[in-house]
């Protein structure tokens, strides 16, 4: 059952979407190498928890950390532990807060002190196939043109779309219906409607789309070992277009500065 959210439930949700962008802000500027990735999930936790929230990932299903932390071929649904990062890694961080019963989901994949021209790439390409994602979140377009525009961008630029995982409704519930697959034909699927709260997230893999599962039973890899990017955003549909709710602050963490004027336009 699809639920339409009424603007004091929008609201809510941007208060939630706020902690969950601060927080992440946090994370983004607090990653180095030679950190471990319990710490950053530490940290989660404590920034979450200090601004009245709660980490919704906590315990979802039985997931052990406050954030899941993805390293290079990891896609998602990594487990925080005592993996050191090193200089050279992708780290996805995906992070949701729960507020008041209301949870805001985002995600951003970031490197980790230099890496190399077709990692960044890789990164860029992810965050602008969220982006043109996001635009066609119009009351009227169609779940389809979401995904078809992600796989368009996505495969224009040679990577793969991964299937088995897809964006979903968020509310009440941190998956709620419809799914939102990043890939399809415009013009399909759910029509949109004000009210309408959805994260969106591509996941784009450097080689194939195929993914399977490590036997920690969470940790999400690509088939074939390359690298994977991760990014996503809470975003409610209203009569003016997309509203992004987990909207952070650019001029805090420069080192993925150059998409903030797309951003800026659909905020
Ligand atoms: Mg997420
Ligand atoms: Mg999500």
């Not at 219906?177 to 969106?200: D, F, K, S, W």
């Amino acid at each position: 059952m699809v639920t339409l959210k009424t603007l004091r439930e929008i609201e809510i949700m941007r208060r939630s979407g706020k902690i969950t962008a601060q927080v992440l802000t946090s994370l983004m500027k607090a990653v180095r190498p030679g950190m471990a990735t319990a710490e950053l999930d530490r940290l989660a936790e404590q920034g979450i928890r200090e601004r009245g929230g709660l980490p919704t990932f906590k315990g979802y299903q039985g997931f052990p950390g406050s954030v899941c932390l993805s390293v290079n071929d990891e896609v998602v649904h990594g487990i925080p532990g005592s993996r050191v990062l090193q200089a050279g890694d992708l780290l996805s961080i995906d992070i949701g807060t729960t507020l008041e019963g209301y949870v805001s989901d985002s995600a951003v994949t970031l490197p980790v002190g230099t890496v190399s021209k077709a990692a960044q790439r890789l990164l860029e390409v992810t965050q602008e196939s969220l982006m043109v994602g996001i635009a066609q979140m119009q009351p009227g377009n169609h779940v389809g043109d979401i995904g078809a525009a992600i796989q368009a961008h996505a495969e224009a630029h040679g990577y793969g779309v991964v299937r088995e995982l897809v964006g979903h409704g968020v509310g009440r519930a941190m998956h709620e219906e419809p799914q939102v697959p990043n890939y399809g034909r415009p013009g399909t699927g759910m029509e949109l409607r004000a009210g309408l709260v959805l994260a969106i997230e591509p996941m784009i893999t450097q080689g194939g789309p195929e993914v399977r599962i490590l036997k920690d039973g969470w940790t999400v890899v690509t088939a074939d070992g390359k690298l994977a990017a991760h990014f996503e955003h809470t975003i409610a549909v209203t009569q003016d277009g997309p509203k992004i709710l987990t909207l952070r602050d650019y001029a805090e963490h420069p080192t993925i500065e150059p998409y903030r004027p797309s951003e800026e336009v659909i905020a």
